[in-house]
């Protein structure tokens, strides 16, 4: 990685910690001055508008979320739970780091017109990225009629992470994961499935926390 690759990393880990339990994107380039001990000429060259600067940190996301993708994928087997404790994980992630929920503010087409062809082929690869695991997993649990699940359940999953974002729920409520998965488990179609109870998510959540220390 050259150091212009590093140090536009580091500009954007600096981003994310300032928005830190933020609800508004109400970060500008130029905030990333003192905050990062960088040049305003350096922090411009590397994202030429704001909409460059909100675009790279919702790819950072998106690059968090596929190395989670990977692990999980290799952790469970089941598509089914696969699927519920992959985003299971990304809630767990948003409310006990306090990170600020990108779908705030993407996808946005005026937004994404308005960022260099960099930043907005970057974003639209790695949304592909996901959105082909997402759909690839809900085809794997087996096909339900009526609904295109797929859309449905992204829709709910932009929806969800907002409002419990909004609403301050604690990271550690077991309560709140299963009722996320049973939200989930509807909307998938796949009602008889198992859906992972309040002691399972509660024996998840301790698993967390003895990693953690």
């Known amino acids: 990685m050259s150091s212009w690759d590093q140090r536009g990393d580091y500009l954007v880990e600096v981003s994310q910690r300032c928005l830190k339990g933020h609800k508004t994107f109400d970060l500008c ?15 411009y060259n590397h994202f030429t508008t704001e909409a460059d600067l909100i ?23 089941d598509p089914y739970q696969r699927f519920i404790f992959h985003h299971c994980q990304r809630l767990f992630s948003i409310l006990s780091e306090q990170h600020f929920v990108i779908e ?5 087409e005026t937004l994404l017109n ?23 997993t809900i085809r794997e649990m087996g096909e339900v009629a009526g609904f295109d699940r ?18 301050h729920k604690q990271h550690d409520d077991p309560k709140l994961y299963h009722q996320f998965a049973y939200a ?21 959540l301790a698993a967390k926390a003895y990693t953690a220390h």
């Not at 797929?150 to 609403?167: F, K, P, T």
């Not at 989930?184 to 998840?204: C, M, V, Y």
């Open 104 to 108: 705030r503010v993407l996808p946005n």
């Open 55 to 77: 675009v790279a940190v919702g790819c950072a996301q998106f690059e968090q979320w596929l190395a989670q993708i990977e692990s999980d994928t290799a952790k469970y087997p």
């Open 150 to 167: 797929v859309e449905l359940v992204m829709n709910y999953l932009r929806g969800a992470v907002i409002n419990i974002d909004d609403s």
């Open 114 to 136: 308005n960022c260099s062809d960099y930043y907005r082929q970057r974003y639209e690869r790695l949304t592909a990225e996901s959105y082909r695991w997402n759909e690839n």
């Open 184 to 204: 989930l488990t509807q909307l998938l179609g796949h009602s008889a499935k198992r859906i992972p109870s309040e002691k399972d998510f509660k024996n998840w």
């Open 29 to 43: 380039r130029s905030h990333l001055v003192k905050a990062s001990q960088i040049s305003k000429g350096t922090i």
